[in-house]
């Protein structure tokens, strides 16, 4: 696994950690030796505190109320995974932790941990820097574009591996659009045994899907001028053979 092209214009770790759970679907609580899951239950406010709308009669509830001040220390768990199917599809993990409590018929964790948890690493974001920082505007609709792109225009995906130098392209079996957000998009270049990510930078970042296609557009431009990468045309002449 690797990747031997630059990564540039990237969202930094708050906004990264403020975006997943901003684009998941669910996610999973642990609290006083429960532990549960939960799909389409949160939300985050602005200034960072999570939601978690849950049945009355759940144990998380009951687990909150039967807690000394009914603010028992909890867990929260998100997974951000990608869109298009790939292989070690999960991009990163989100832990937050600190006390559950209820409020409004809902419970609210306001987090006193947050760690942000890559491939390459794990991040422990300041809370005050988290409660601050703002999901990436795309965050919501990105798993409708990613797997749009890759669904409706393989050819355009085909024509920004152009973009990328030819070593991270060495032995690929297939490129698919892995993610994207406001600086730029990532490609997964696949080989048979490995993988490597790719960064394309926009030229200036997008704030709304209007501005995405403009940027991607001008991606695509940019490769209309650069050659075809070799190894992607060797892999042709061997498939057609």
Do not use: K
């Not at 820097?129 to 749009?148: C, I, K, S, V, Y």
């Not at 490995?194 to 970042?205: E, I, K």
């Amino acid at each position: 696994m690797g990747d031997t092209q630059d990564w540039t214009a990237a969202p930094g770790a708050a906004e990264r950690a403020r975006s997943v759970p901003a684009a998941a679907w669910s996610c999973a609580v642990t609290a006083d030796g429960v532990r549960e899951e939960y799909a389409g239950a949160h939300s985050v406010t602005e200034e960072g505190a999570v939601r978690l709308a849950v049945p009355d009669d759940s144990a998380l509830f009951g687990a909150v109320l039967c807690a000394p001040r009914q603010e028992p220390a909890a867990l929260l768990e998100f997974a951000d995974v990608a869109p298009v199917p790939v292989r070690h599809r999960i991009r990163a993990r989100l832990f937050l932790s600190g006390r559950l409590v209820p409020s409004g018929g809902a419970l609210v964790l306001h987090p006193d941990r947050v760690v942000l948890r890559r491939p390459t690493g794990a991040v422990v974001i300041e809370p005050d820097e988290f409660a601050a920082a703002r999901p990436d505007p795309l965050a919501g609709a990105e798993a409708r574009l990613l797997t749009h792109l890759a669904d409706a225009h393989p050819d355009a995906v085909q024509r920004l591996t152009r973009l990328v130098r030819p070593e991270s392209l060495h032995a690929a079996i297939r490129v698919v659009p892995l993610a994207v957000d406001r600086h730029g998009l990532t490609l997964r270049v696949e080989r048979t045994r490995a993988h490597g990510d790719v960064r394309l930078p926009f030229h200036t970042p997008a704030d709304d899907v209007a501005q995405l296609t403009e940027r991607v557009h001008a991606l695509l431009a940019q490769a209309a001028a650069a050659g075809c990468p070799r190894a992607l045309q060797r892999q042709r002449a061997d498939g057609d053979g």
